[in-house]
T-cell receptor, first 115, second 114 residues
Framework: AQSVTQLGSHVSVSEGALVLLRCNYS??????LFWYVQYPNQGLQLLLKYTSAATLVKGINGFEAEFKKSETSFHLTKPSAHMSDAAEYFCAVSHATGTASKLTFGTGTRLQVTL | EAGVVQSPRYKIIEKKQPVAFWCNPISGHNTLYWYLQNLGQGPELLIR????????DSQLPKDRFSAERLKGVDSTLKIQPAELGDSAVYLCASSSGLFSGELFFGEGSRLTVL
């Protein structure tokens, strides 16, 4: 079974500082990995996804993530945090079954951005 | 293009009462999902539809939960009777059915059971 573990339920950074949100996965087959963002009282929105192409994936709003098989990690980063980045971030895993996606989500990391 | 639409956004009921949530997916999306999101947790899949067929409902508590997707478009999720522990956000999502991984989510229906 596939699963993801997000380290740190809350992360606080200063505006302009580096954002690093950690995600480790467990999968017996090559995984597809995703990061979703959820703003308050809204649904989830896809930030970026890894589907076995380039290991460094760029997403929306300046976020990127690097797939590291040796570390079973897919950490999310952004060089400079903005106040508007404050939200809940979810890492998710799926695997290629030939059918539509079935995502398993992590427990989420709440990002706080301070002045 | 309109996104995934859910209603109601908020619902407060007393325990043992029934409740229903409605979802209208993005036009042309064959795959529809219902997820449960408890406070401080990630979404958990309840049921997945391919057109009208429920292809994955292993996590749906069938003693009190039911879902349907008539004509392969809109879907309804029902709880009867509701329990205190059902208080959560119920998220609907849809996808094109191709393995792109991208699910499009609605804003969710927040249920409070008193």
């Amino acid at each position: 079974a596939q699963s993801v573990t997000q380290l740190g339920s809350h992360v606080s950074v200063s505006e302009g500082a580096l954002v690093l949100l950690r995600c480790n996965y467990s999968s017996s087959v090559p995984p597809y990995l995703f990061w979703y963002v959820q703003y308050p009282n809204q649904g989830l929105q896809l930030l970026l996804k890894y589907t076995s192409a380039a290991t460094l994936v760029k997403g929306i709003n300046g976020f990127e993530a690097e797939f590291k098989k040796s570390e079973t990690s897919f950490h999310l980063t952004k060089p400079s945090a903005h106040m508007s980045d404050a939200a809940e971030y979810f890492c998710a895993v799926s695997h290629a079954t030939g059918t539509a996606s079935k995502l398993t989500f992590g427990t989420g990391t709440r990002l706080q951005v301070t002045l | 293009e309109a996104g995934v639409v859910q209603s109601p956004r908020y619902k407060i009921i007393e325990k043992k009462q029934p409740v229903a949530f409605w979802c209208n997916p993005i036009s042309g999306h064959n795959t529809l999902y219902w997820y449960l999101q408890n406070l401080g947790q990630g979404p958990e899949l309840l049921i997945r539809y391919e057109n009208e067929e429920a292809v994955d409902d292993s996590q749906l508590p069938k003693d009190r939960f039911s879902a349907e997707r008539l004509k392969g478009v809109d879907s309804t999720l029902k709880i009867q009777p509701a329990e205190l522990g059902d208080s959560a956000v119920y998220l609907c999502a849809s996808s094109s059915g191709l393995f792109s991984g991208e699910l499009f989510f609605g804003e969710g229906s927040r249920l409070t059971v008193l």
